[in-house]
């Protein structure tokens, strides 16, 4: 299994930032994904999750503001983040997901991460 996530970097606060996520070694169509973030100093944090046959949940935090999407001819899933604040800094892991909405913490393989820094 091999997740490799890129697309972070440094944005100003109200910015936006897409994060990608390529996906392989395993059957990826049939697979939920998900994002989990960890700030410095804090644990980790689900963000959202999808599942293979599209469904879509967000933490609290991140409802209408955050979206996950996939396409499964590319093997790849996304993360588009938008109007971003000074808490959304945190390195953004892409991971293989067996949890719900209600208990989201369930992880699989992880990526190795990609930091997102939002600063003026």
């Known amino acids: 299994v091999q997740l490799v996530e890129s697309g972070g970097g440094l944005v100003q606060p109200g910015g936006s930032l897409r994060l990608s996520c390529a996906a392989s070694g395993f059957t990826f169509s049939a697979s939920a994904m998900s994002w989990a973030r960890q700030a410095p100093g804090k644990g980790l944090e689900w963000v959202s999750g999808?599942?293979?046959?599209?469904?879509?949940y967000y933490a609290d935090s991140m409802k209408g503001r955050f979206t996950i999407s996939r396409d499964n001819a590319k093997n790849t899933v996304y993360l588009q983040m938008n109007s971003l604040k000074p808490e959304d800094t945190a390195v953004y892991y892409c991971v293989i997901w067996y949890g719900s909405s209600s208990y989201p913490n369930n992880f699989g393989s992880w990526g190795q991460g990609t930091q997102v820094t939002v600063s003026s």
């Open positions: 999808i599942y293979s046959d599209g469904s879509t």
